[in-house]
């Protein structure tokens, strides 16, 4: 909405690596390991992949924050 910040906002979850794919309502600051936490973690091995405007890959325990 115009004129107010913006204070959450909508992350999808999802992948082969993922238990439980979900689409997540979550603050902006939140770290990426709590989303991955709501979503019944990953399985071994997986490596995580932000969106290409971020462009990377990181092992799954990395402190990332969800980002405007």
Known sequence: EEG??????????????????KNLLCPVGAPLSALIEQCGGVKENTFCTTTPASAGSFPSGTFLPVQQ
């Open 4 to 21: 107010k910040p913006l204070i959450e906002r909508v992350v999808t979850v999802s992948g082969s690596g993922v238990e439980q794919p």
